[in-house]
Every structure is written in structure tokens, then in C-alpha cells.
């Protein structure tokens, strides 16, 4: 049996919750999916305040925009269906997408799909990096913010993004003893206020220094770092042993687009964007008609861009599918002005050279 | 630096050594690395480490990484039991 539904969005993240409340807000009926038991993707692990500004929730901390989110999506409750748990595990050109939930295999036939499927992380190649005690920093949040679990006890994050520094506080708060943060490039990736806060906190951050490897029998017990020259290149005699239980590794993440691929959504390389990026139309279209993609799985940027991103392609795929949103004009030109807000700034050159070479296929700040 | 310690593709435990290798030998193409070797075949079906061996091509072939092609994505996305997928078809018609 083909179940039919008009809009599926995939992934309730940031981007696939704003995308289903504005859709929702338009009229439009919307599926939900997404893999977690949980909704709220990346926000149910963040435990820290958020900067921006006030429409997209600053100065609250990520489980809570997470709540109010699905608040949002929840006030829709004959337009809106969830299924939580289900991972979408194919999609196909005539846009009938496979869900798993559990051991039930589903077809659904859709009008208009939003792939808002994030991101995943990028992991780096050392010796011995298959060592039990290497962590991802998604999954440290995962143990540490959701579930309660300490990843260990003496621990040095590699990586100084604002990921790596924001998951290097939480785990000194966590009573985890970050031995120092380090970064291959020359200077500290993320913002300013996170690296001072470690850095009051007595934590070494050290840049041109990466792992050369780890050392452990069934686990991970020591790591060696070298410091990089200008050409990246390890510096002979610079190594120093750290002797650790643990190794987070907050290196970058890349856009998760494999669905978007399987369909024949044409997508390009932009390193800026964390990797292949689907090719847009400024309305979020990708090159397969009725086929959006929004949020990280676009290129990866900040929760708050993911957020203004969703609402865009909400509204933009309702509208495709007949139900114009009463506010359409003036919401698009709003949306779009904030979205160059968040983009503007020197922390937003690396997302506005990556647009730029997606050469104005989508819109480009 | 021991390469053979070097994980490239964790689901199917395939090392820096074995891409170095078949790069010597002129696989230089992601699909063939992946038919010979199994990256990218795993449970995570090469989310972790396309982007890994794309950085091992370009430097190889020295060209810069866009201009690396990635394999081929095709469903599923992720094992999938043959019994759901039957069930799922029977009250198909």
C-alpha cells in the first residue's frame, strides 16, 4: 500500500520544525519524520545560551528553543503528523520515499519534499583513530546532555570551532578535565567570548597543533600531538603526550545530503558549505522540481540561519503546492532580510564566499 | 606514521595502507576503490569517510577536492530487513 501525502519534510530539526509550522501555517497538510525518538535534532543537546537576535531565540538555551519549536508544530495537530523514530531509507525520483519505523517498511507517495536531514561530522585520520574512547562531539553531547553519561574523566578536544569550544565548557561543568584544546589552523575557529571562558578556566588552547595519534590496548590511554608548520606540515621534535580517557573530535561537519543525491538532485562541492551541497533556487528548490532542501543538510551554518531557512522553504513549498500563506509577501521579504543579518559580520564571510561560489543559485548575500 | 593504523572506513575496517595501495596501482576512481575495497558499503553507507578518501584522491592525483567525484548514492540509506520490505509489498496491488 502507497500511502499519499502532500508535503513530507524529512528531519525535525530546526529547519524541518519551522519548515512544517509555516507550511502548517498556510494550510498546508504536512508529514514529519524524523529518526529520533526525540524531536528537535541538534537544539535537545545544546545546553548553552544562543546569540543572534531575539526572533530566533537568543539568549535561550538550545533544549528549550528545541521545546517551543515543537510547541510551534504541535498547535497544528490536524495538519501536522509526526512519525518519530522513522528513518527515511530511500527516496526516489517520482518522489515516493521508504520509511523504516521499527521493522514496518512504509511507502509514501509525495506532492513536494523538504530534505532537512543536518549534518553529520567529519572525522579526522590518525593512528589508531578506531580506538574505543575517540569520540565524535555530537556523541559526547549526546552522553553527556541527554542521557546523563560522563565520556570520560581527562580529555583533549581537537578542534577549536565553536563546537569544539562550547563542548569543551560543557564538559568542565560536567566535572571532566579538559586537558587542552587544539586546532591545526592558525587561529581559534570559534567565537571570541566561548575561547575566553575556557581560557578563564585555566584550559590550554593551542593552535598550529594537531593528533599524530593514540595510544591504548582496548582503549584509548595516551594521544601525541605535533604543532603544524605554515604549510600544515607536523613540525619534527614539537610532539607531546597527553595522557587521556577520552578524545573529542569537534573537526567540522558536512551537510547530509545522500537522499538528495539518490534522487539525481544535482549538488556541488563547496568547502565553505562543509562539503556537496545541493544547487538552489533562492526559494530553496533544488534542480528536481518540488524537491527543497533547507537548513544544515544546504550548507552548514548556524541553528538560527537553519531556523530562518525552514520558515523560507516552508511558506515556499506550501505556496508550490497551492496554499499561499496570508503573509507571504511581507514574511518573505522578512525572512530574507534576516537571513543577510546573520550572514553579515566577518563570521559570516566563509558562509557568504560559499554561497557565492554556488554562483547565485541560491541566494547569495 | 603507520598507515596500516590509519582508519579510513570504520564500517568496513579499511586502512590508509589499503587506499594508498590500490592508488599505486591506479584506482584512482572512487567507485572502483569502493568495488575493491567496500568503502562507503557499510551501515553508514560512506557518510564518515567519503570525505576522507576524496582528500586521499586529490592529494594522489594532486587536484584540488571538488574536483574529486564521489561515489555513486543509492538506496537504502541504511540495512534494512528483506522480511520488512516483503511485508511491506504484500498489501501492495
Same mark, same amino acid.
Given at each position: 500500500?502507497?500511502?499519499?501525502?502532500?508535503?513530507?519534510?524529512?528531519?525535525?530539526?530546526?529547519s524541518?520544525?519551522?519548515?512544517?509550522?509555516?507550511?502548517?501555517?498556510?494550510?498546508?497538510?504536512?508529514?514529519?519524520?524524523?529518526?529520533?525518538?526525540?524531536?528537535?535534532?541538534?537544539?535537545?543537546?545544546?545546553?548553552?545560551?544562543?546569540?543572534?537576535?531575539?526572533?530566533?531565540?537568543?539568549?535561550?538555551?538550545?533544549?528549550?528553543?528545541?521545546?517551543?519549536?515543537?510547541?510551534?508544530?504541535?498547535?497544528?495537530?490536524?495538519?501536522?503528523?509526526?512519525?518519530?523514530?522513522s528513518?527515511?531509507?530511500?527516496?526516489?525520483?517520482?518522489?515516493?520515499?521508504?520509511?523504516?519505523?521499527?521493522?514496518?517498511y512504509?511507502?509514501?507517495?509525495?506532492?513536494?519534499i523538504?530534505?532537512?536531514?543536518?549534518?553529520?561530522?567529519?572525522?579526522?585520520?590518525?593512528?589508531?583513530?578506531?580506538?574505543?574512547?575517540?569520540?565524535?562531539?555530537?556523541?559526547?553531547?549526546?552522553?553527556?546532555?541527554?542521557?546523563?553519561?560522563?565520556?570520560?574523566?581527562?580529555?583533549?578536544?581537537?578542534?577549536?570551532?565553536?563546537?569544539?569550544?562550547?563542548?569543551?565548557?560543557?564538559?568542565?561543568?560536567?566535572?571532566?578535565?579538559?586537558?587542552?584544546?587544539?586546532?591545526?589552523?592558525?587561529?581559534?575557529?570559534?567565537?571570541?567570548?566561548?575561547?575566553?571562558?575556557?581560557?578563564?578556566?585555566?584550559?590550554?588552547?593551542?593552535?598550529?597543533?594537531?593528533?599524530?595519534?593514540?595510544?591504548?590496548?582496548?582503549?584509548?590511554?595516551?594521544?601525541?600531538?605535533?604543532?603544524?608548520?605554515?604549510?600544515?606540515?607536523?613540525?619534527?621534535?614539537?610532539?607531546?603526550?597527553?595522557?587521556?580517557?577520552?578524545?573529542?573530535?569537534?573537526?567540522?561537519?558536512?551537510?547530509?545530503?545522500?537522499?538528495?543525491?539518490?534522487?539525481?538532485?544535482?549538488?556541488?562541492?563547496?568547502?565553505?558549505?562543509?562539503?556537496?551541497?545541493?544547487?538552489?533556487?533562492?526559494?530553496?528548490?533544488?534542480?528536481?522540481?518540488?524537491?527543497?532542501?533547507?537548513?544544515?543538510?544546504?550548507?552548514?551554518?548556524?541553528?538560527?540561519?537553519?531556523?530562518?531557512?525552514?520558515?523560507?522553504?516552508?511558506l515556499?513549498?506550501?505556496?508550490?503546492?497551492?496554499?499561499?500563506?496570508?503573509?507571504?509577501?511581507?514574511?518573505?521579504?522578512?525572512?530574507?532580510?534576516?537571513?543577510?543579518?546573520?550572514?553579515?559580520?566577518?563570521?559570516?564571510?566563509?558562509?557568504?564566499?560559499?554561497?557565492?561560489?554556488?554562483?547565485?543559485?541560491?541566494?547569495?548575500? | 606514521?603507520?598507515?596500516?593504523?590509519?582508519?579510513? *572506513?570504520?564500517?568496513?575496517?579499511?586502512?590508509?595502507?589499503?587506499?594508498?595501495?590500490?592508488?599505486e596501482?591506479?584506482?584512482?576512481?572512487i567507485?572502483?576503490?569502493?568495488?575493491?575495497?567496500?568503502?562507503?558499503?557499510?551501515? *553508514?553507507?560512506?557518510?564518515? *569517510?567519503?570525505?576522507?578518501?576524496?582528500?586521499?584522491?586529490?592529494?594522489?592525483?594532486?587536484?584540488?577536492?571538488?574536483?574529486v567525484?564521489?561515489?555513486?548514492?543509492?538506496?537504502l540509506?541504511?540495512?534494512?530487513?528483506?522480511?520488512?520490505?516483503?511485508?511491506?509489498? *504484500?498489501?501492495?496491488?
Open positions: 500500500m502507497i500511502l499519499n501525502r502532500d508535503l513530507v519534510i524529512i528531519g525535525a530539526g530546526p524541518g520544525l519551522c519548515a512544517a509550522k509555516m507550511a502548517a501555517e498556510a494550510g498546508q497538510k504536512v508529514l514529519l519524520i524524523d529518526r529520533n525518538p526525540q524531536l528537535g535534532g541538534q537544539l535537545i543537546k545544546q545546553t548553552h545560551m544562543f546569540f543572534g537576535s531575539e526572533k530566533q531565540y537568543a539568549k535561550t538555551r538550545g533544549f528549550d528553543i528545541a521545546k517551543k519549536l515543537i510547541d510551534d508544530v504541535k498547535k497544528y495537530p490536524d495538519l501536522v503528523e509526526i512519525w518519530d523514530n528513518t527515511v531509507v530511500g527516496l526516489y525520483s517520482d518522489k515516493v520515499l521508504t520509511v523504516l519505523t521499527g521493522e514496518t512504509r511507502k509514501v507517495q509525495a506532492k513536494a523538504i530534505v532537512a536531514t543536518g549534518a553529520s561530522e567529519k572525522v579526522l585520520a590518525f593512528e589508531n583513530n578506531d580506538l574505543p574512547g575517540i569520540y565524535g562531539a555530537g556523541a559526547v553531547q549526546t552522553l553527556m546532555n541527554v542521557y546523563g553519561v560522563k565520556p570520560g574523566e581527562k580529555i583533549v578536544m581537537v578542534g577549536s570551532g565553536n563546537i569544539g569550544l562550547i563542548v569543551s565548557y560543557q564538559l568542565m561543568q560536567a566535572g571532566v578535565k579538559v586537558l587542552a584544546v587544539i586546532e591545526a589552523a592558525k587561529v581559534i575557529g570559534g567565537y571570541k567570548v566561548h575561547a575566553s571562558k575556557l581560557r578563564r578556566l585555566g584550559v590550554d588552547i593551542i593552535t598550529s597543533c594537531t593528533i599524530k595519534k593514540a595510544i591504548g590496548k582496548d582503549k584509548v590511554e595516551k594521544i601525541v600531538t605535533v604543532r603544524l608548520n605554515e604549510k600544515w606540515e607536523e613540525i619534527p621534535g614539537t610532539e607531546k603526550e597527553y595522557e587521556v580517557d577520552a578524545v573529542c573530535i569537534a573537526v567540522g561537519l558536512s551537510p547530509l545530503t545522500n537522499l538528495l543525491a539518490m534522487i539525481g538532485c544535482e549538488l556541488k562541492y563547496v568547502g565553505e558549505l562543509g562539503g556537496l551541497v545541493p544547487v538552489l533556487s533562492k526559494d530553496y528548490e533544488t534542480t528536481i522540481e518540488g524537491v527543497y532542501a533547507c537548513g544544515d543538510a544546504s550548507g552548514i551554518e548556524e541553528a538560527s540561519s537553519a531556523m530562518v531557512e525552514g520558515y523560507i522553504t516552508g515556499a513549498a506550501a505556496k508550490k503546492l497551492g496554499k499561499v500563506h496570508p503573509q507571504y509577501d511581507e514574511l518573505m521579504v522578512d525572512l530574507r532580510k534576516q537571513l543577510d543579518i546573520l550572514r553579515s559580520g566577518p563570521f559570516g564571510e566563509k558562509i557568504r564566499k560559499g554561497l557565492a561560489k554556488l554562483e547565485g543559485v541560491k541566494e547569495v548575500c | 606514521m603507520s598507515k596500516k593504523d590509519i582508519i579510513i *572506513c570504520r564500517c568496513e575496517d579499511v586502512t590508509l595502507e589499503e587506499i594508498h595501495q590500490l592508488l596501482r591506479g584506482y584512482t576512481n567507485e572502483e576503490l569502493k568495488r575493491l575495497l567496500r568503502v562507503g558499503m557499510g551501515p *553508514c553507507q560512506g557518510t564518515t *569517510c567519503m570525505q576522507l578518501i576524496q582528500r586521499e584522491v586529490s592529494k594522489f592525483l594532486n587536484i584540488p577536492i571538488e574536483e567525484k564521489t561515489q555513486k548514492v543509492r538506496p540509506t541504511m540495512g534494512v530487513k528483506l522480511n520488512a520490505i516483503k511485508e511491506g509489498a *504484500c498489501d501492495e496491488s
